[in-house]
């Protein structure tokens, strides 16, 4: 019944920048841990980084650098992947993701229980 929607990947030249959005709905708590991840072919899910719903708190990938931004507008259930300064190495399908955790936030993909289609992101060098 919990549905999240990716949207916004597209095909941009390196150093370019990108807002990747993720709207949720259905009966998931509103206060529970929404994550993004990215995923190449043949390679393993990738953790990109975790927003509190609840409290707003962020936390991120070492690759990240800095580069990539979670944010959330709550009224309107939707989660935010601001990147910038992107890299060939981003190219991947890019993933959002929900848990029914509320006070700690999980880590490994296989702990996020709910998943979107994902949506394809492609730098160019």
């Known amino acids: 019944q919990v549905q999240l929607v990716e949207t916004g990947g597209a095909s941009v030249q390196a150093g370019g920048s990108l807002r990747l959005s993720c709207k949720i709905s259905g009966p998931v708590d509103r206060r529970a841990c929404m994550g993004w991840f990215r995923q190449v072919l043949g390679k393993e899910r990738e953790r990109v980084g975790y927003i509190s719903r609840q409290s707003g708190n962020t936390n991120y990938a070492r690759f990240v650098k800095d580069r990539f931004t979670i944010s959330q507008n709550s009224a309107k259930d939707t989660m935010y992947l601001q990147m910038d300064s992107l890299e060939p190495e981003d190219s991947a399908i890019y993933y959002c993701?929900?848990?029914?955790?509320?006070?700690?936030?999980?880590?490994?993909?296989?702990?996020?229980?709910?998943w979107g289609q994902g949506t394809q992101v492609t730098v160019s060098s």
């Open positions: 993701a929900a848990t029914t955790s509320v006070l700690t936030c999980p880590i490994r993909a296989v702990d996020f229980t709910y």
